[in-house]
């Protein structure tokens, strides 16, 4: 299996962490400030042995890795030293050092067909790593505290767009807000409703890029109403230039599967922001999956949901800014494909851990979230230009979840000692980790097709 182009791609990413450029990090961020046993090098080799994990490794079981791995004789204090504010700026740093990397690498993109008017499916979500309750007294102590964490990535190439970590609850649509100016043209932005802003909208339309998101079911949809009524001094009286429409009675007659697409409306009693409406009816299953939604929430907050929410709630309701002849139906699916952003998230909880918590000094817990996240960063995009590949070459879909979580855990600590002694071995560790995938990642044909199947077909 022949695939230079890959490997020289992946290479040239091992670019921004080989020894001389990490040494230098480690020095600028004073985590390094003399010579040391354990160089900047070897903590980085570390943290991919234990794919991030400075949890659930002991100092000892760190100190044993040590030894075996890289044949470094340590006592467990020397570790414990390591776990410092400069230890965290300098993964810090790492993680900026790699965001920047990739952008200047040429990252081949899942091909799509001619048709699209997008080059890329940006799809943005957030996540919460919390303490848990029986830790939360003892956590005080050492200052642990939960983090909120903001990421979005392009499903077409693996390539992280934007990447937030935060010790506080922000507004999503605040956040969703910041990473715009680096929206480029023609680019598709996916998120859920905690996003929603037509102040956000209108900054992506400006960008000439595209959107689609949910839209609340109680939320304000009206036509322009051509007949509006007048004050006695012939001025227009505001509130009957629009017409809000009755979704409800619009929806009782839809029946299960069916899409409907709104002409001419506008969304927002004060925003009146123009866009595409699309409406798809779900079946009686999915309908009472969110009734019971509706009614936990109801429990957990206290307040009673809104009858409309009740009357609606099997259908959803879209808002998007694509062009007319990409139909209601393909919208609908391009959107289902924001659930790859969830996938994410599980591969950082149930495969890296991110989310497990014991009582330690805060610099280690912060290391070990943001060597995982860094961990994870570069396998994923490790994961999704091999799965391009064998696409391109197999016709075979492989599945990104257990791709990424393999690399993360397996490959990545071998392809870093191999990308320090540029040999050919590199190249040998690629391709073995492809052959894996192909094995072991390997999506079973699905009725309905995967969501990278309907990319492709839809």
């Known amino acids: 299996m022949m695939m230079p182009k890959h490997v020289q791609l992946l290479q040239k990413l091992f670019e921004f962490i080989r020894p001389e450029r990490v040494d230098e990090i480690a020095r600028e961020t004073g985590f390094i400030k003399r010579k040391r046993l354990v160089t900047a090098s070897d903590f980085l080799s570390l943290l991919f042995h234990v794919h991030g994990n400075l949890v659930d490794c002991t100092i000892q079981e760190l100190c044993t890795k040590l030894l075996t791995e890289q044949d470094i004789l340590i006592s467990r204090a020397a570790v ?95 956040m969703g807000a910041s990473r715009i100016p680096f929206i480029t043209e023609n680019e598709l932005c996916m998120q859920d409703l905690g996003y929603f802003s037509f102040e956000n909208f209108k900054k992506i339309e400006s960008k000439e890029a595209f959107f689609i998101s949910k839209v609340r079911t109680d939320g304000y949809v009206a036509f322009k109403n051509p007949f509006p009524s007048y004050h006695p001094n012939g001025k227009v009286i505001q509130s009957s230039l629009y017409h809000r429409i009755d979704l409800v009675a619009l929806c009782e007659k839809l029946v299960p599967g069916e899409y409907l697409e709104l002409e001419e409306v506008y969304f927002g009693r004060d925003a009146h922001f123009p866009a595409r409406c699309i409406i798809f009816s779900h079946n009686e299953h999915r309908e009472e999956q969110q009734i019971q939604k509706i009614n936990r929430r109801a429990v957990k907050s206290g307040k009673v949901p809104k009858q409309v929410v009740r009357d609606l709630a099997g259908i959803t309701i879209y808002i998007s800014n694509l062009p007319e002849w990409i139909s209601a139906r393909q919208i609908v699916e391009l959107y289902r494909l924001r659930w790859q952003v969830e996938l994410t998230f599980k591969v950082w909880k149930s495969n890296l851990e991110i989310d497990h918590f014991k009582v330690m000094k805060k610099e280690r817990w912060l290391c070990h979230l943001y060597g995982t996240i860094l961990v994870y960063l570069i396998s994923q995009l490790i994961a999704y230009q091999l799965r391009n590949f064998i696409w391109e070459e197999k016709q075979v879909e492989i599945s990104e979840v257990v791709a990424t979580s393999s690399i993360a855990t397996v490959v990545l600590p071998k392809l870093y000692e191999m990308s320090i002694k540029k040999g050919q071995s590199f190249k040998d560790i690629v391709q073995a980790a492809t052959q894996l995938l192909l094995k072991t990642a390997r999506k079973p044909k699905s009725i309905k097709g995967t969501a990278f199947k309907r990319l492709q077909l839809i």
């Open 80 to 174: 414990d030293k390591k776990f410092t504010p400069e230890a965290t700026a300098f993964l810090q740093r790492l993680i900026q050092e790699f965001l920047l990397e990739q952008q200047q690498l040429q990252l081949p993109s899942l091909s799509l067909t001619d048709s699209w008017p997008f080059s890329s499916i940006r799809v943005l979500d957030s996540t919460v790593v919390s303490v848990p309750e029986r830790f939360k007294k003892r956590t005080q102590k050492t200052q642990q505290a939960s983090a909120k964490i903001q990421f979005e990535y392009d499903i077409l190439s693996g390539q992280s767009t934007f990447l937030h970590v935060a010790f506080q609850n922000i507004n999503d649509a605040k």
